[in-house]
């Protein structure tokens, strides 16, 4: 499928320049772990599966003992084993049988605050439950569940939740905002999201500072920094205090059948952020989470283009994904660039949006060479294909009550805090049920650019919004709407291609151009009834479609 739509590229005469030069390009390769076949049962060291006695020190010594030894098998027999946060080792395989159940503790004074990495930049966090740092040769395998107790440390916003949910909360303990609109945990959580980055690392600030906001300073679940040879299979990661997966400067990642859940109002509660990854591969794998679920980051704004460290080199095939706010997302924290990516043959069902590319100015980063195939969405909330350069850092659909307003639309320079996205391949991509079939919204001075979209049908209550665009071509789209008009909306935007693109016959508008910058527009009739009366040109846009016959 990937090959197929490799040299389909060439389809079009004005993209042939731009992408020719990826045509031959073969899928990256992903070098395994491979471990020894010691196998150490914790239970050697005296831990105890009854969910009430803390095993952190017995768990730990089993995975720095064996580690010493050369490495191999850490078992978790079944059982409900409770724990502090936990360090993997190089050469361990932390191998989880069915009915093991590896719970973390509510009790945030076994989780030491530390150096780590929030959102693509360098803050204080609380120590994550699972994490390594610069080891090599690791796994997390099995059977079994990781249950990082999230809602112990997790806000909720009162919009996310019926009105029964919302009073259980309320009567569990914990204080509300100001507006009585979130609930948070804690006296330390409220105090932490009053202040702007609190986690941030600056000289001025104290131990004391950041133990006053300790319980807002979540960490996310699973973290491995600078590690190489990764394994993650089988295993079902769920109820995560922020980010559930989160390797960070990592290579070779393999993450194969594994299940990641979170509630689906879990703010931060996304499934897997690569973040400045080479040579990943995820594959058949389900995702049922409260933010988004396969996300590609790259450090955020001057700190990820001084790490200068795009994600790339990815293959990600054959996953699910229910609840989230993207299906497969990149960004928005992606200033050091992501590229040479390939998605295939997944489904999106009762996601907010399907495929998400998303940035803002500030950012910087080149997001380039994206490959996207056979991809299946039903009952999407929002968008099935959004580009967006205006993200706004708030959910996809907004809540009840709440106003969004357009963003201002003006000219800035160019340097290296404008974003760019280039060069995609989207193609095989099937929708039943969405608010809108595609989305694509660049900025003035950086247009979405250089992009393919073909071989799709999409069944949305409204076609293509199309806003600061160029070199785009769209061929063999069947857009399936009520009739709203128009079908194709195109603003400011040059060098569109649209070929073989059906819509319902009563729709009275096919295509609307607006804007003076709009130009070069070309729709192929193939035969079809005279469009002169299907397309309206206004807003200062004049001459700017070429009807071909």
């Not at 992903?30 to 471990?35: L, R, Y």
């Not at 079902?236 to 594994?258: D, G, K, M, Y």
């Not at 009739?483 to 194709?488: L, Q």
């Amino acid at each position: 499928m990937l090959k197929k739509t490799l040299t389909g590229i060439l389809f079009t005469a004005f993209m042939m320049p731009v992408m020719a030069q990826f045509g031959a390009m073969k899928l990256p390769k992903i070098t395994s772990p491979v471990f020894k076949k010691d196998t150490l049962s914790i239970k050697k060291f005296g831990s105890v599966p009854d969910g009430k006695i803390l095993n952190t020190a017995p768990i730990q010594e089993a995975i720095n003992w064996l580690s010493a030894k050369g490495g191999g098998v850490v078992l978790v027999p079944a059982g409900l084993w409770l724990t502090g946060p936990l360090v993997l080792r190089s050469n361990i395989n932390l191998h989880l049988a069915i009915g093991a159940t590896l719970l973390f503790t509510k009790d945030f004074n076994q989780y030491p605050l530390v150096e780590g990495n929030w959102e693509g930049s360098p803050q204080i966090r609380n120590q994550s439950p699972i994490s390594a740092n610069k080891a090599t040769n690791i796994a997390i395998t099995g059977r079994g569940i990781i249950d990082g107790n999230g809602d112990a440390w997790r806000m909720v916003k009162k919009d996310k939740l019926n009105e029964t949910q919302w009073k259980k909360l309320v009567n569990s303990g914990g204080l509300l905002s100001e507006d009585k609109k979130t609930w948070y945990p804690s006296q330390s959580s409220f105090d932490g999201s009053k202040l702007q980055n609190p986690g941030v690392i600056s000289p001025e600030k104290t131990p004391d500072y950041y133990n006053k906001v300790k319980d807002f300073l979540r960490p996310n679940m699973v973290v491995l920094n600078e590690c190489n040879k990764i394994l993650l299979e089988g295993v079902t990661f769920q109820n995560s205090p922020a980010w559930c997966l989160h390797p960070l400067l990592c290579e070779n990642l393999t993450v194969r059948n594994i299940i990641v859940k979170n509630p689906w109002y879990a703010q931060n509660g996304d499934g897997i952020d690569a973040e400045s990854c080479r040579n990943v591969l995820i594959e058949n794998s389900i995702f049922d989470v409260g933010d988004d679920a396969l996300c590609m980051k790259s450090g955020r704004d001057e700190a990820g283009r001084k790490r200068g460290r795009a994600t790339e080199n990815v293959i990600i095939r054959g996953c699910t994904v229910y609840a989230a706010h993207g299906g497969f997302v990149i960004g928005s924290e992606m200033s050091g660039g992501a590229k040479n990516i390939f998605v295939s043959n997944c489904s999106f069902i009762g996601t907010d949006i399907g495929l998400r590319f998303k940035t803002t100015r500030g950012r910087g980063g080149v997001v380039e060479n994206i490959y996207v195939s056979g991809i299946y969405m039903r009952d999407i909330v929002g968008e099935a294909i959004l580009f967006d350069m205006y993200y706004m850092a708030k959910d996809p659909i907004p809540l009840d009550g709440e106003k969004r307003e357009l963003p201002k639309v003006e000219f800035k320079p160019v340097n290296e805090t404008t974003p760019v996205f280039r060069n995609f391949v989207i193609s095989d991509v099937y929708c039943n049920g969405a608010a809108k079939g595609i989305f694509i919204r660049g900025i003035p001075e950086m247009h979405v650019k250089d992009i393919v979209l073909k071989d799709m049908v999409l069944q949305a209550k409204v076609g293509m919004d199309i806003q600061e665009a160029s070199n785009i071509s769209f061929k063999n789209i069947q857009l399936v709407t009520p009739g709203t008009e128009p079908m194709i909306d195109i603003v400011q935007s040059d060098k569109l291609e649209f070929s073989q693109i059906t819509w319902p016959v009563s729709s009275p508008t096919a295509y609307r151009v607006s804007g003076d910058r709009s130009k070069e527009i070309k729709i192929h009739s193939f035969g079809k009834p005279d469009l002169t009366n299907k397309i309206k040109q206004e807003l200062g846009a004049v001459n700017a479609v070429e009807i071909i016959r």
